[in-house]
């Protein structure tokens, strides 16, 4: 969102307002309840993104032998979970769309005043982190959160609309993603040349790391599973941009961000292709048995 043109940050908006908005139009307060009262899953998924991810992505960054830039680029991105761009993918885990939103909502609010205090422990200390709060704040309020309640709204009082409304909008939003990946492919991939191999590869590296350490604290169920790994995995790049934007002089350290958020995406789209394939060859198994 810190970076883009005017036709770009309108397909970013897009995808988020629809993505959120079919979400919501599949959510009941219910199910949010039922959330809610998660406890165990709640402490495990701020344990990944808090806790665990943090730790293996600072011992990557001073462990390989780095450009200092990448280096500072992944401890960022360690420390500031909530990757938006996510719920591409966790929305796709069928019956878990609720926890989709819910995590990803939760993960980006709280790495807006957990990140700070994160990123002056893995830092040296004289570096000054500053986070734009009420921007990003107004963001998810804007963005995120006002289409979530928007389409729980309409499936209180209107579930039949709702039902047949929310799989359209979610089509809008994959669209809207798919072609802000194909806009903003050259420039991303300027981005990953310049961080070169040993870059790419630590940014790889962190990412499957990332992705299992969601997993395995994911819990006994596989939907809660998939959705925390990708959750994970896929880090907060906008609100780091925010970040080194607005904390001098962070602003070299935009090249390798970009680079991640090309990095990010394929995993997970395999990821997530993978486990849609498998669930589709176990259903029809079931309904084999059936017969």
Known sequence: MFLLDTTEKMLVLIFFVTTMLSIGMQTRMSDLRLLAASKGLLVRTLLANFVAVPIAGVAIAFLLPLQPLVAGALVLLACT?????????????????????????????????????LLQLALPGKVQIVVPHGRVLLFLLVYLLLPLVAGMF????????????????????VAAFVVFMAVTSDWRKMATGEVGMA????????????????????????????????????????????IVQSSAPGHAVMVPLIAFSLLMVPPNMLFTTYHAIQGKRKARKALLGQN
Do not use: Y
């Open 81 to 117: 979970p909530g990757g938006v761009s996510s719920v591409q993918f966790t929305s796709k885990v069928k019956g878990s769309v609720p926890l989709a939103g819910a995590t990803l909502f939760l993960l980006s609010l709280l790495a807006v005043f957990l990140s700070p205090v």
């Open 154 to 173: 309409l499936i209180d009082r209107e579930p039949g609309v709702a039902v047949k409304l929310s799989r359209p909008v979610a089509l809008a939003g």
């Open 199 to 242: 870059g790419v590869g630590a940014m790889l590296l962190f990412i499957l790391v990332s992705l299992a350490v969601g997993w395995f604290m994911g819990g006994p169920t596989h939907d809660s599973r998939q959705i925390l790994a990708t959750s994970t995995s896929m880090r907060n790049a906008a609100l780091c941009l925010a």
